[in-house]
């Protein structure tokens, strides 16, 4: 059997397909878990992602993933802090790739010096962390109104595969499976009858 013009078309779809592949496997994420801790309780904690693509001061619009608890009261996630309706000068994250550490951010004129806080319009819900004029290293779930004092934050990092499949490997499996259909498609249409 002879397929006319396939080595050509073919070698042209695998070019196509590795021009595509060049752009990189996906990125892999780091996993950071912290936990707000006075003495060695543990009072407050959570996690959250990012893409190592990103590097510096990251917000919430850089996470693809976040959790975070206050004790035995609400629990809050990605969802939540991306939802809107928050008084702006408390919606507050910021964290550095670099040095790995949470990096304090001046609210309501300089009054307070948050590291990660959103708290809704309402003040019905959301959390704070950070400090004040008055206190220092103060958290307060807003939700339930359980609030108090840690000494230290906790960190650990760990890296984690990319979640989502790069738009390469599903170009790659596109023209696999054209390329094999058009394989069938030919090996039938020269079969005699």
């Known amino acids: 059997m002879t397929f006319k013009g396939t080595t050509r078309n073919g070698a042209a779809a695998l070019a196509a397909a590795a021009g595509i ?7 892999a994420a780091t996993r950071i878990d912290f936990s707000l801790l006075n003495g060695a309780a543990e009072i407050a904690g959570g996690s959250f992602t990012y893409d190592d693509s990103v590097s510096g001061i990251l917000d919430y619009a ?18 939540f802090v991306t939802s809107g309706g928050f008084f702006s000068q408390y919606y507050y994250f910021g964290f550095d790739t670099v040095s790995q550490a949470f990096v304090p951010g001046a609210l309501a ?7 990660l806080t959103a708290i809704k ?16 290293n103060e958290y307060k779930d807003y939700a339930t109104n359980q609030r108090g004092t840690f000494t230290t934050i906790e960190i650990s990092a760990s890296q984690v595969a990319g ?31």
């Open 62 to 79: 850089d996470l693809t993933s976040f959790s975070y608890a206050i004790g035995t009261g609400a629990a809050y996630d990605l969802a």
């Open 163 to 193: 979640g989502v499949p790069e738009p390469a490997a599903w170009a790659l499996m596109i023209v696999g499976f054209a390329g094999a259909g058009a394989a069938l498609r030919r090996r039938r249409i020269s079969a005699p009858a």
């Open 21 to 27: 592949l060049g752009a990189g496997a996906a990125d």
């Open 121 to 136: 319009s309402s003040g019905d819900s959301g959390f704070y962390a950070g400090s004040s004029s008055y206190i220092t």
């Open 109 to 115: 004129g300089g009054f307070y010096q948050a590291i």
